[in-house]
């Protein structure tokens, strides 16, 4: 084995005894802007190349995936001034083939392809903020995006979990069968018992921020 | 000694840790193997297969809802009865097909208002959302499949070709059968966890690697504590040892280790280590006291020489003075010859007490030779007509010691009996033979002695009797403990007295050879 291979080795094993998320999705906040209109800032923005990589795998094989979506206004000094979060969750149908978006209000409720739902998240537009005279006008603003999808939430860990124990029943079976006698170690649970402590979901996230405005600005426009 | 607590920890750990090392790398491997062995690309493959197979299997049955319902709008019995008005359509009958469970067949206008409905079970009635007919605002729509997987309830909307002026749909509801549904979603369930398997990958080899960390280091911690427990059990002996040996080197000779139940060689070490120590008791005893009888002898010596060159001068005088005198005061010739009877008896006394520290003081070199002891024994009783009893060990061997002065010793120990005697008791003499040693007692059944005396009686000239010069024990032990033996003595008041000899036969034998 040559030492480079050796390397990647123990660089592996470094990887799996340390927690570190390395993630391949490249999805990105972009084209974020806020605006006035019907007497409220309202905020356009786009999220590319979202349903791609792991997260289109996921989704497609018709785990549902949690979205959470935070618009935060800011004042110059970045401080928070409102904020609105929307949680949802977006569920593929595979039999009926048909995208489903639970509780994100600013969202279609069925998408019939995934192009529709990736042009959907490209063109989210008009999502309320602040009624306009909550705000200063010479005041310099700026929006800014959290955007997070997370895979695997509770709900398939839970899955996960009941799939892990039935195949310890499985095994408990086979040894009754077997008449197994004397001390046996349960390393189902064992390995389940860290399993639990690791059921924060795999988290992807992006943020981007608008280039500060005034009100004064978005009524001249 | 905690030095060597260490090492054998040390040692124990190594020995857990170096097999550790490759075990590791093996398990790390094997975690990895095993979890390549389930989720792997091939497995991927295979139930993305199966996956895609059941849709189509899924898209084909929905087809076939389509098919089943086009086939019966084109019944003759339809097409004739929709010619005559759309009030008298005349629905078809309930067709087979394996796969479906037909419920209802209902008419809708274009509206979406129920014209007519034939129920094929009791499930017919089931509700129909008419907002499903807005889908048919796209022109080139002509049917759709609407399925509620969960509720097990499909509908197939038809659109009717224009007869006359009327246009409407026909609603075909059925329901899937159960296993191939059930089949179908389990395998999805399948896709979904090794998906979640394959996302997982690291979080579980992760948990798995953790899982083997916490046994190991149990099993490591439970080492630790048995490296301990061992180490402390291996060296508490030799630290109660290094203790002990430190205790004799002062000079404490009494020190003993406390006697353990184990029986391996730590267990023997500690037996001979007492046993060592308790010989090297002996023996310095045993040099004290016959570096004390030394020095009595050598005073009894010079006492006899001492007290024996005057006495006949003495003598001689007396008698001349006595020869001399011609008798003619009566009474002071018999005043000096009462007074020469006592010189003469004095003088005779003086002699016996010589004789006897001439004795003590010059007992001879030790002169040791094969011999019979019963015999001995046997001899010596027979000087005194049957007052002994005998009970001989048979078994005692032919062994080296020195006769005369074995003679001595029991005549010694007999002469006492006899003296304590109350009233013509038996005295028993028993020899027993105990591995290496021979055990000798001489027991009467005499007055006893008290305990304030018996640690002094084989002290010389120490002597409860009258006219006795204290000599006889003394020399009793004397010759015992020159024959490498200990003579000790059990007494019960009015009960007796029992002298109990032990001699070793090896070392006797041993000082023979040598020689």
């Given at each position: 084995m040559?030492?480079?291979?050796?390397?990647?080795?123990f660089f592996r094993w470094l990887l799996l005894v340390f927690p570190a998320v390395l993630s391949a999705q490249n999805f990105q906040l972009s084209g974020i802007l806020p605006y006035a209109a019907e007497d409220s800032l309202k905020v356009d923005f786009s999220v590319q190349q979202l349903w791609e990589g792991k997260i289109a795998k996921t989704l497609l094989a018709g785990i549902p995936l949690d979205i959470q979506l935070d618009i935060i206004l800011l004042n110059p000094d970045l401080k928070v001034i409102s904020q609105k979060s929307y949680i949802g969750e977006v569920v593929y149908d595979v039999w009926e083939e048909k995208f489903t978006l639970l509780n994100l209000g600013i969202f279609p409720a069925h998408c019939n392809s995934l192009a529709d739902l990736r042009n959907w998240f490209e063109h989210i537009e008009r999502v309320g903020l602040n009624p306009l005279e909550t705000l200063v006008p010479e005041?310099?603003?700026?929006?800014?995006?959290?955007?997070?999808?997370?895979?695997?939430?509770?709900?398939?860990?839970?899955?996960?979990?009941?799939?892990?124990?039935?195949?310890?029943?499985?095994?408990?079976?086979?040894?009754?069968?077997?008449r197994s006698t004397g001390f046996r170690l349960n390393i189902n649970q064992l390995v389940q018992l860290f399993f639990s402590g690791d059921e924060e979901p795999e988290k992807f996230q992006v943020s981007g921020s608008s280039t500060p405005f005034t009100l004064t600005d978005l009524m001249i426009k | 000694m905690k030095k060597i607590r260490t090492k054998i920890i040390v040692i124990l750990l190594l020995l857990v840790l170096i097999p550790l090392i490759p075990t590791s790398i093996l398990v790390f491997q094997l975690i990895h193997q095993t979890y390549r062995v389930g989720v792997n690309p091939q497995v991927r493959e295979g139930l993305e297969q199966g996956m895609t197979f059941s849709k189509m299997i899924y898209d084909l049955q929905r087809k076939e809802l389509v098919t089943a319902l086009e086939f019966m709008a084109q019944t003759t019995v339809f097409q004739e009865s929709a010619k005559i008005s759309p009030a008298v359509f005349d629905l078809p009958m309930k067709l087979d097909t394996g796969f479906w469970h037909l419920h209802s067949l209902s008419l809708f206008d274009g509206r979406g208002h129920k014209l007519q409905q034939i129920d094929y079970d009791s499930l017919g009635a089931a509700t129909f959302d008419p907002r499903i007919l807005t889908e048919f605002r796209i022109p080139e729509r002509r049917s759709l499949v609407v399925s509620d997987r969960e509720a097990n309830r499909f509908t197939a909307v038809l659109k009717i070709e224009p007869v006359k002026t009327f246009r409407g749909f026909l609603v075909l509801q059925a329901s899937m059968q159960k296993i191939p549904l059930l089949k179908a979603d389990s395998l999805l369930n399948t896709q979904q966890i090794y998906q979640t398997l394959d996302f997982k990958r690291d979080h579980l080899i992760k948990s798995f690697l953790w899982s083997f960390i916490l046994i190991f280091v149990i099993l490591l911690a439970l080492v630790i504590l048995l490296g301990i427990w061992i180490s402390a059990r291996l060296t508490s002996p030799f630290s109660q040892l290094v203790t002990a040996t430190a205790e004799i080197g002062k000079g404490n000779l009494d020190y003993r280790l406390p006697v353990s139940s184990r029986r391996d060689e730590v267990g023997q070490l500690i037996f001979h280590f007492n046993a060592m120590t308790r010989q090297l008791k002996e023996n310095q005893q045993r040099m004290i006291y016959l570096e004390k009888m030394a020095a009595w002898q050598q005073m009894a010596r010079k006492m006899a020489h001492e007290i024996k060159n005057p006495l006949t001068p003495i003598q001689l005088t007396i008698q001349q003075l006595v020869d001399?005198?011609?008798?003619?005061?009566?009474?002071?010739?018999?005043?000096?010859?009462?007074?020469?009877?006592?010189?003469?008896?004095?003088?005779?006394?003086?002699?016996?007490?010589?004789?006897?520290?001439?004795?003590f003081g010059r007992l001879p070199e030790l002169q040791l030779s094969m011999g019979n002891l019963n015999e001995l024994i046997r001899e010596v009783a027979a000087l005194y007509s049957g007052r002994l009893r005998l009970k001989l060990d048979g078994k005692i061997p032919v062994f080296a010691f020195d006769e005369d002065r074995m003679r001595r010793l029991f005549i010694n120990l007999i002469e006492n009996a006899i003296q304590a005697d109350l009233g013509n008791q038996p005295i028993t003499i028993e020899t027993e033979i105990?591995?290496?040693?021979?055990?000798?007692?001489?027991?009467?059944?005499?007055?006893?002695?008290?305990?304030?005396?018996?640690?002094?009686?084989?002290?010389?000239?120490?002597?409860?009797?009258?006219?006795?010069?204290?000599?006889?024990l003394a020399i009793s032990r004397l010759i015992v403990e020159e024959h490498g033996g200990t003579i000790r003595v059990e007494?019960?008041?009015?009960?007796?007295?029992?002298?109990?000899?032990?001699?070793?036969?090896?070392?006797?034998?041993?000082?023979?050879?040598?020689?």
């Open positions: 040559s030492v480079l291979k050796l390397r990647l080795k005041v310099k603003y700026q929006v800014r995006i959290d955007f997070s999808v997370l895979l695997l939430n509770k709900k398939q860990n839970q899955e996960l979990k009941r799939w892990m124990q039935s195949a310890d029943q499985t095994e408990e079976e086979f040894a009754s069968r077997e | 001399k005198y011609d008798g003619s005061n009566r009474e002071y010739h018999k005043l000096l010859q009462e007074c020469f009877e006592i010189i003469q008896d004095e003088i005779g006394s003086l002699r016996r007490l010589v004789s006897e520290f001439s004795e105990m591995k290496d040693r021979i055990i000798i007692k001489v027991q009467d059944r005499g007055e006893g002695i008290s305990d304030q005396q018996i640690d002094k009686i084989f002290e010389p000239y120490f002597s409860t009797k009258k006219g006795s010069m204290g000599l006889g007494s019960e008041i009015k009960k007796g007295t029992a002298f109990i000899i032990d001699l070793p036969l090896n070392n006797l034998n041993n000082q023979v050879n040598h020689g």
